[in-house]
């Protein structure tokens, strides 16, 4: 069986088997809603799958083969290693499962459960933390030996919305139907009016059930008194509001089980349908840089060997960009390509390409991309030259001497750089030799970048800034607009108090993340977002310098300015004027050249603690 083919559901060591047809229809299966939910990642796996079967004659049934409690996969999510993985791929998941160590499946699927924003905002997540680390504190915080069974696949939590049905069942005697009832107007959050009625039966029943006289309490198990069946009956309101289904969040668990699997046993085959699957740049660039840190070697797209999709050099343990991915290319031109490949030289190549498709244009992304360096004697020289060669080449043809004498004296001029070579390739190839975007301007960052540059990567990164100001460099990767006012609730504000929160003034919330991987929410807030709106505005794949203050309570930052890099990069290299802000970061910030009048005053002036530090 394929893993598209079906969803597991795990409940008391019982296996539930639900077929999914891989075209448009769903057989035999009431989560519907759920498949499609991981429609994609159910995708990426199959051709995973597909793949290292026919790659390595691997045929292994992932409903009855896997070892759900497989120590190594689990230590996947413990160390969270979560780029690619269904349901954890997201700066929530890896701020939710922070300090929580992975020992068996129950604990993938109860923060599946709880990685949803309800339950981070109600602490739920952060009390299971808790216990995980501290088991003692399950039996501190036990409301009743019945309830701690129910429970106890959860550390104590009501977390499932089964974990409600059963407590008012098994602890109240509630029938099936009115159990499930109540659980879906806690869901729903009615009113207090309503789960006031129902908490007096819930106590008369759990007294009935388990108190002092109770028909359901053996001898020995402590009675259950009032006081304790109203706790059960608040926390249950409290805490089944953000009930998830157990069906679903086991479900959701094997999908990430599945990947965490591939990924850690056949990373080749795992990141290779990845990139396939993914027509996001950005996204590309993210799990490209990942596949970096396993080991995958990336490389650029070659005229010679690549086709429309990525593809697996086994050999070199690497994966190799798509022609089709190079901006300026296409299908048309790639099948072109693909057609008479390999080549021996450009010559060849010019020779045998049908060039009504594969024009200058598209030569010249190729050579952007990198797919013409095995070819070419000097990449550099020929895009620079790209117009006395393409007029050669109509008037003379690739055969002709003076054109071959040409290209080979190319050879001798100087060629990119490693960095100039990546900034082209970048320009054109989403792959860019699976580096962070904000690599290519290491060299640059070097030479032109003053300030000391935090690392949002650092565990104790938001400890050590707590508070005070500091410099990032990274990649926008996401961008929401909102204006003040948009999550006000109650009466509506007086005009003098809508004009002093500054009611209806733009603001924004940019996600950044850093060449560490690292993501993290920065305000752009209403005093400065029309200063800084272009930036903003330029969207996904921005790399940018910032200086923003930073608050550890909510783990986010608040923006003083934004520098845009690639054109703070163009600036120099042209030679232009620096606007203020780029002015500091080059190290040329007013107080280094005001007369102080000690060396100690002027190092205490122009290194100011909030400031830079």
Not at 331 to 346: G, L, V
Request: glycine share 8%.
């Amino acid at each position: 069986a394929t893993a598209a083919k079906y969803i597991r559901m795990w409940s008391g060591g019982r296996i539930e088997v639900f077929l999914i047809d891989r075209g448009t229809e769903f057989v035999s299966c009431p989560m519907s809603n759920l498949v499609l939910g991981g429609s994609k990642t159910l995708a990426d796996i199959t051709v995973s799958y597909d793949n290292l079967t026919k790659r390595h004659g691997v045929k292994i049934d992932l409903e009855a083969d896997l070892e759900l409690n497989d120590p190594k996969i689990l230590q996947g999510f413990t160390d969270h290693d979560y780029v690619g993985i269904f349901q954890y791929d997201s700066p929530g998941a890896d701020k939710i499962c922070s300090g929580v160590k992975f020992v068996h499946f129950e604990d993938v699927a109860a923060m599946t459960a709880l990685n949803r924003p309800g339950t981070a905002r109600s602490g739920l997540a952060t009390q299971y933390v808790e216990r995980k680390k501290k088991p003692k504190l399950v039996e501190k915080a036990s409301f009743h030996p019945k309830v701690s069974e129910i429970t106890a696949d959860t550390l104590g939590i009501i977390v499932y919305q089964e974990h409600v049905l059963r407590i008012f069942t098994d602890v109240a005697g509630f029938a099936p139907a009115t159990a499930d009832s109540l659980r879906k107007k806690i869901a729903k959050k009615w009113g207090d009016e309503t789960i006031g009625k129902e908490r007096e039966n819930f106590i008369k029943g759990a007294m009935e059930m388990w108190g002092p006289e109770g028909k359901m309490r053996p001898k020995g198990v402590e009675a259950m008194t009032e006081k304790v069946a109203g706790k059960i009956m608040d926390a249950i309101t409290f805490f089944g509001s953000y009930g998830f289904n157990k069906s679903h969040a086991t479900a959701y668990g094997i999908i990430a089980y599945w990947g965490m699997w591939l990924k850690i046993k056949y990373p080749l085959e795992f990141y290779w349908a990845l990139l396939k699957n993914e027509p996001d740049r950005l996204r590309v660039q993210q799990i490209a840089k990942d596949a970096k840190k396993h080991g995958i070697e990336l490389l650029p797209p070659d005229v010679s060997v690549s086709g429309k999709d990525f593809t697996i050099d086994g050999k070199r343990k690497a994966i190799r960009g798509s022609l089709v991915d190079i901006k300026g290319v296409g299908e048309a031109a790639s099948a072109a390509i693909m057609k008479d490949q390999p080549y021996s030289s450009f010559t060849d190549f010019l020779k045998r390409v049908e060039r009504r498709k594969v024009h200058k244009g598209v030569i010249t992304a190729l050579a952007k991309a990198g797919a013409l360096d095995e070819l070419l004697p000097n990449t550099r020289w020929f895009i620079e030259n790209i117009e006395k060669v393409w007029t050669a080449l109509g008037r003379v043809g690739p055969d002709d001497a003076d054109f071959q004498k040409l290209l080979k004296a190319s050879g001798s001029r100087p060629g990119y750089t490693d960095e100039e070579r990546m900034l082209m390739a970048a320009s054109v190839n989403p792959l860019a030799f699976g580096k962070h975007p904000v690599d290519a301007y290491s060299d640059f960052i070097a030479k032109h970048v003053k300030p000391p540059i935090a690392s949002m990567s650092d565990e104790d990164f938001f400890t050590a800034y707590h508070n005070k100001g500091c410099w990032v460099i990274g990649v926008i990767v996401e961008v929401k607009y909102n204006q003040v006012g948009d999550f006000h609730t109650g009466p509506a504000p007086s005009d003098s108090e809508k004009a002093r929160m500054g009611w209806g003034k733009r603001y924004a919330n940019v996600n950044v993340e850093d060449v560490g991987g690292k993501q993290n929410r920065i305000k752009v807030d209403t005093e400065i977002f029309d200063d800084y709106r272009e930036i903003v505005d330029s969207g996904v794949g921005t790399a940018v310098i910032l200086h923003a203050s930073v608050n550890k309570k909510f783990e986010n930052m608040r923006a003083h300015f934004l520098v845009d890099l690639e054109q703070y990069r163009k600036k120099i290299e042209k030679g232009e004027e620096l606007n203020l802000w780029e002015k500091i970061i080059h190290g040329e910030h007013p107080s280094m050249t005001w007369p102080w009048g000690t060396p100690a005053k002027a190092h205490e002036r122009q290194f100011n603690f909030r400031f830079y530090n």
